[in-house]
C-alpha cells in the first residue's frame, strides 16, 4: 500500500493538454516510486480554485497544486519574465529550460516563499494578435487600439506602441470584443480556436511574442519527509512531463491556423524582421517596467534569460 | 461505506432542527477533522466561495423584486391578467398562472413568486368563488416557476458549481418554463366546471389594465435582451433591473419613497443571507468530502457498474425526488451538484440539460410535503390549513413529473434555445 | 429568579447590538455594490471607457457584505432549518432543542474564527497579492470575514442566553 498521499489540484478541464500531462505526470511518480506514492488529481479547480492554490501549498492543506505564472502577479513578479516580448519564442529555449540556472533561480525564490518546485509544463509560445480589418504586425498598427492587456510589464510595451491595454479575465474576451469594449486581445492560438474568436475577430497575425508555462510545485515539508527515491521519482517525473509539455503544446497548436482559416479568418505569420520591429518598441518598455516591478530580481534574472539563447 | 456514514450524519443533524447552514459547515468540519484534515482549509474555502462578483447577482436579483412588490406594482400585474383572461372558463387560475409566469421572469425566487402573486390573486380568487383549495395550488406550483423562467438564483448557483454559462442556463430554462405554464393553465381550463367566472370587463378596461402594467411586463424583455444581445453580464442586468424597478417604483408609480427604499434593503440583505449562509456552509461540507474523495468514488461506481447516461439520469432524479420531499432546495443543488458532477462529465451527459432537469425536480420539491418552501408560504399568507394547501398542490405535483419526464425524453426542449443562440461549443 | 432573566435578557440585548449594526453595514454594502456595477456601465457605454477594477472589487464586496450581515440575519431567525420533526415536540422540548442548536452554531462560529484568522495571517506573511487590476493584498480583502465570523459568535451567545432565560422561565 502507498505510504505518501499526494493531493494535486489545478484548474485545467479534464481534456486540456496540460491536465493531460499532469495526469501522465501523477501516473509516472506512481510507477517510480513503485507504488508508495498515491498521487490524487484534482482537476478543473475541484479541490481547491486557482487563486488558493499557492497559500494551500503552502500553508499545507494540500500537498502539491499547479499554477499558471500569470497566478503570481505582484506577490512574486520575477515568475512573469516570459512575457519579455519576443524573448521566450525559440522552443528549445524551454527543452533546455528545466536545467537551467533561470530556472534554479526561480526556484529558490519558490522555496523562499514556501513552495518546493517540482515540474515546469511549457503551455505556449504561439500567440495570436486579433483584430478586425487589419493585421496587428508592426508598432503603427497598434495606434489608439484598445486591446486586452496582461501584466503590468507587458502593457508598457503595448503603452509604447500606442495601444491603450484594458485588464479583464479570459472568460470575458470573447464578449468584449464582441460589444467594442476591446478592439483587440492577445491569445494563444489554440485558445483563439477553442474560446471561438473567430466568431467576432476577422484578422489574425501570428506572433511568438510571450511564453505561459504552469508549474507544479509541493509542500517543502512534505517533500523533506519523503524518501530519496520517492524524492528521486519527483524529480524524474517532473523532467520527463516538462518534455512531454513541450511536445503536447506544439500538436495542441498545430491545427488550429487552419481551423481558423475555414472559419474565414485572416492569418499572417509575421516575419523576423516584423518581430525585430515590434521588439524594438516593446522590449525597453518591459525592461522598464518589469525592473520597477519585480525590484532587484529582475536584472539577474534577464541576465540569465539571455544565457539559454 | 463513508459516503453513507458522512450523509447520514449530515441528515440527522438537519432532522435535528440545526439551521442547515451550521448542519453542513459542523459536519463538513468534523469530516476533515476525523481525517486528519487541516481545518483551516475552513477558512480559504469559505473566501474562495464569496469572493465571486457573480454572487452578487444573488442580491441584486433579490433588490429587483422587492422594489417592483413594495412599489405596488405586482397588483397592477394581477390585474392586467385577470382582466386579459379572467373571464374564460378556469379564467381565475388561467390569469393566475400567467401572472406568476410575468412575475418569474422578474423575480430569481420561487418563494418571492408566491408570495407576491399569492397575496394579491388569492383574495381575487375567493372574491369570485374560486375553489379554496384549487386557489391555494395554483399559486404554489405557479410560484415554482420563479426559478425556471429566467431569471434565476438556483440556476446561478448551479452554474457556479458546474461552471456552465449563466447565460446558457436562462435561455435553457425558458421554453421548460413555459410548456409548466401551459399545463397549469390546461389544468386550469380543463377542471374549470361550475365556478363562475368573472364577466369580460372590456376592451377599455384591458388597454387601461396594459397600460398601467406596462412598466412591469416591459423588464423582462429589457433584462433577458441585455444578456442575449450581449449588453449586459447576468451581474450587469442585475444591477440595471434594480436601476430600472428604482426608476419605475419612483417615477411612474410614485409609491417608493426613502422608508420603502429601506425596508426593501434591508429585507434583501436578510432574504440574500439566508442563500449565502447556505452556500458559505456546503462549500465547506464539499470541500471535506472532495478531499476525502466522496464524488470521485461515487463516480467511479457509477461508471463500473455500467450506468447509461439514461439510467443515472432516472436514479439520480429520483433521488433528488426524495431528497426535495425533506430538504431545501438550494441545499440540495449544493450538495448534490459536486458529488454528481464528475460522473455526469463521465457520462457525457450535457449540464445545461442536467441543469434544467434539476430545477424541474426542485420545483417539485418546492411543494412535495413535508418540506415545501411554497406550501409554507401559501400557508403562512392565507392561514389555511397545511394539509388543504398539500392537497391542493397534489395535483401540480403529478403535472410537474409529467413535465420532468417530457424534459428527460426531449432533451431538445431544453437545449434548443441555447444552442441556437450559440452557447455550448 | 425573575431578575435573574431580566439580566439574561439584558445580556442577550447588549450581545445582540453588533451583529445588528453589521446587518445595516451589510445592506449599505448591497446598495454600494449596485452603485459600483451601475456605475461602470455607465461609463462604458456613455464614456467608452471601461472600469477593470469593478468586478474584483464587486468580489470583495460580496465577503464583506456576506460576513456582515449573517449574524444579523441569524439573531432574527432569518436562517433555514428543518423542523419538521423538532415542531412535534412539547414547547419545552423544543426549547431544549433550540438550545443544542444554538450550541452547534457557536461551535461553527469559533471554528470561523480560529481558520479565518489563521487564513488571513498566513496571508498577511506570505504577503499574497491578487493578480488582478487592483493588485491587492489578499489579507486585507479577507479581515470582513475574520469580523463577520466573530459577530457570529456573539450572535450565537446571544440566542444561547435568550434560551436560557427561557429555559429558566
Ligand atoms: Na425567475
Ligand atoms: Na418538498
Redesign the interface.
Known amino acids: 500500500a502507498p505510504s505518501e498521499t499526494m ?1 494535486c489540484a489545478h484548474q485545467f478541464p ?1 481534456t486540456h493538454s496540460l491536465a493531460v500531462v499532469i495526469d501522465k505526470w501523477a501516473s509516472e511518480i506512481e510507477t517510480l516510486s513503485d507504488g508508495d506514492i498515491d498521487v ?1 488529481v ?1 482537476p ?1 479547480n ?4 486557482d ?2 492554490n499557492i ?2 501549498v503552502a ?4 500537498e502539491c497544486a499547479f499554477a499558471l505564472n500569470f497566478a503570481w502577479g505582484r506577490t512574486l513578479p520575477a515568475m512573469l519574465v516570459t512575457t519579455a516580448p519576443f524573448t521566450f519564442g525559440d522552443l528549445d529555449v524551454w527543452r533546455k529550460w528545466p536545467d537551467s540556472k533561470a530556472a534554479a533561480f526561480l526556484e529558490d525564490r519558490l522555496l523562499d516563499k514556501g513552495l518546493k518546485n517540482v515540474t515546469w509544463l511549457f503551455q505556449t509560445n504561439t500567440s495570436v494578435f486579433t483584430s478586425n480589418d487589419k493585421f496587428l504586425k508592426s508598432p503603427d498598427d497598434f495606434k489608439g487600439i484598445k486591446i486586452r492587456g496582461l501584466v503590468p510589464p507587458f502593457n508598457a510595451g503595448l503603452e509604447k506602441m500606442g495601444a491603450s491595454p484594458v485588464s479583464m479575465s479570459g472568460g ?1 474576451v470573447y ?1 468584449a470584443l ?2 467594442g469594449v476591446i478592439d483587440a486581445a492577445l491569445t494563444d492560438i489554440a485558445a483563439a480556436v ?1 474560446r ?1 474568436y473567430y ?1 467576432v475577430q476577422d484578422h489574425m497575425s501570428v506572433v511568438p511574442v510571450i511564453s505561459v508555462y504552469a508549474h507544479g510545485f509541493v509542500n517543502p515539508k512534505w517533500y523533506d519527509g519523503l524518501s530519496a527515491k520517492n524524492q528521486d521519482a519527483l524529480s524524474k517525473a517532473g523532467h520527463m512531463a516538462a518534455i512531454w509539455a513541450v511536445d503536447e503544446s506544439g500538436a495542441a497548436v498545430a491545427d488550429a491556423p487552419a481551423q481558423l482559416e475555414a472559419q474565414g479568418v485572416k492569418l499572417h505569420w509575421t516575419t523576423p524582421q516584423e518581430q525585430q520591429a515590434m521588439a524594438d518598441v516593446m522590449l525597453p518598455a518591459f525592461n522598464e517596467s518589469f525592473g520597477k516591478w519585480a525590484g532587484e530580481d529582475s536584472e539577474e534574472l534577464v541576465k540569465l534569460v539571455q544565457e539559454l539563447k | 461505506m463513508t459516503a453513507l456514514l458522512v450523509f447520514s450524519a449530515l441528515l440527522c ?11 453542513l ?2 459536519v463538513g ?1 468534523a469530516v476533515l477533522a476525523i481525517a486528519g ?8 474555502t ?3 466561495t ?4 457573480v ?2 447577482t444573488i ?2 436579483f433579490v ?1 429587483m423584486a422587492q422594489v417592483m412588490v413594495r412599489g405596488k406594482v405586482i397588483d397592477d400585474l394581477y390585474q392586467f391578467a385577470h382582466n386579459l383572461i379572467g373571464h374564460v372558463k378556469g379564467g381565475l387560475g388561467v390569469s393566475t398562472v400567467l401572472s406568476c409566469t410575468i412575475f418569474s421572469s422578474i423575480s430569481g425566487s420561487s418563494v418571492a413568486t408566491a408570495l407576491s402573486i399569492g397575496s394579491s390573486a388569492i383574495p381575487q380568487m375567493t372574491k369570485f368563488g374560486y375553489p379554496t383549495r384549487r386557489s391555494l395550488g395554483v399559486v404554489a406550483a405557479g410560484g415554482t416557476l420563479g426559478i425556471l423562467i429566467p431569471p434565476s438564483g438556483p440556476m446561478i448557483l448551479y452554474s457556479l458549481v458546474t ?1 456552465a454559462s449563466i447565460g446558457a442556463l436562462f435561455l435553457a430554462g425558458l421554453i421548460p418554463g413555459l410548456l409548466m405554464a401551459a399545463i397549469f393553465s390546461a389544468y386550469c381550463m380543463l377542471s374549470a366546471r361550475r365556478e363562475a367566472s368573472p364577466d369580460f370587463p372590456g376592451f377599455r378596461a384591458v388597454w387601461g389594465a396594459t397600460k398601467k402594467a406596462f412598466w412591469a411586463v416591459m423588464m423582462p424583455p429589457f433584462i433577458m435582451g441585455g444578456i442575449y444581445l ?4 447576468a ?2 442586468a ?3 433591473g ?2 430600472y424597478a428604482l426608476l419605475v417604483a419612483t417615477l411612474v408609480y410614485r409609491s417608493f419613497g426613502w422608508s420603502q427604499l429601506y425596508d426593501a ?2 429585507e ?7 442563500v ?3 452556500i ?1 456552509g456546503a462549500a465547506i461540507f464539499g ?1 471535506a468530502i ?2 476525502i ?1 466522496l ?1 470521485v468514488g461515487i463516480s467511479e461506481w457509477v461508471v463500473a457498474s455500467g450506468f447509461t447516461p439514461f439510467t443515472f439520469i432516472l436514479v439520480v432524479m429520483g433521488i433528488i425526488f426524495v431528497m426535495g420531499m ?3 432546495s438550494i ?1 440540495i443543488i449544493l450538495i448534490t451538484t ?1 458529488i454528481f ?2 460522473a455526469l ?1 463521465a457520462l457525457d451527459i450535457d449540464l445545461i440539460w442536467y441543469g434544467v432537469l434539476l430545477m424541474v425536480n426542485l420545483e417539485l420539491a418546492m411543494i412535495t410535503p ?2 415545501g418552501m411554497n406550501l409554507f408560504v401559501i400557508k403562512g399568507i392565507t392561514d389555511e390549513p397545511l394539509s388543504e394547501v398539500i392537497k391542493g398542490a397534489y395535483p401540480y405535483v403529478l403535472m410537474m413529473c409529467l413535465g420532468l419526464a417530457l424534459l428527460v425524453a426531449f432533451p431538445w426542449l431544453a437545449t434548443a434555445l441555447p444552442y441556437a443562440a ?1 452557447y455550448g ?1 | 429568579m425573575r431578575s435573574q432573566i431580566v439580566t439574561l435578557d439584558r445580556i442577550s440585548d447588549a450581545l445582540a447590538l453588533l451583529p445588528r449594526l453589521g ?2 453595514i ?3 454594502l ?2 454600494v ?2 452603485a459600483l ?2 456605475y ?2 455607465a461609463l462604458r457605454y456613455f464614456f467608452g471607457t471601461p472600469l477593470e477594477w ?3 472589487l ?6 464583506a ?3 456582515c ?2 449574524s ?3 439573531i ?1 431567525q ?9 415542531n412535534q415536540l412539547p414547547q419545552r422540548r423544543q426549547v431544549y ?2 438550545l ?2 444554538s450550541l ?2 457557536l ?2 462560529a469559533l ?2 474564527v ?7 495571517e ?1 496571508n498577511r506573511a506570505f504577503c499574497l497579492y491578487s493578480n488582478g487590476d487592483l493588485e491587492a493584498p489578499i489579507w486585507i ?2 479581515v470582513p ?1 475574520v469580523i463577520g465570523a466573530g459577530l457570529l459568535v456573539l450572535a450565537s451567545l446571544s440566542i444561547l442566553i435568550k434560551l436560557m432565560a427561557e429555559v429558566s422561565k
Open positions: 493531493r479534464p490524487q484534482f478543473a475541484s479541490l481547491v480554485s487563486k488558493e497559500p494551500a500553508k499545507g492543506d494540500i470575458e464578449q464582441s460589444t477553442s471561438k466568431e | 443533524v438537519l432532522l435535528a432542527g440545526v439551521p442547515i447552514f451550521v448542519a459547515a459542523g468540519v484534515e487541516s481545518v483551516t482549509a475552513v477558512g480559504d469559505l473566501f474562495a464569496l469572493n465571486r462578483s454572487l452578487a442580491p441584486l433588490f461552471d450581449g449588453v449586459f453580464t451581474t450587469e442585475a444591477a440595471a434594480s436601476v434593503t434591508m434583501t440583505m436578510r432574504i440574500s443571507m439566508m449565502f449562509a447556505i458559505a470541500h472532495t478531499l474523495r464524488p425533506f430538504l431545501e441545499a459536486p458532477l464528475p462529465v413535508p418540506v450559440g461549443l | 446587518g445595516w451589510s445592506a449599505a448591497i446598495l455594490v449596485l456595477i451601475t461602470s456601465i469593478t468586478e474584483e464587486v468580489g470583495y464586496t460580496v465577503v457584505l456576506v460576513s450581515g449573517l444579523d440575519a441569524l432574527r432569518r436562517h433555514i432549518a428543518i423542523d419538521l420533526l423538532t432543542v433550540a443544542i442548536g452547534a452554531t461551535a461553527v471554528v470561523w480560529w481558520s479565518t484568522w489563521e487564513t488571513t498566513f480583502t479577507q470575514l
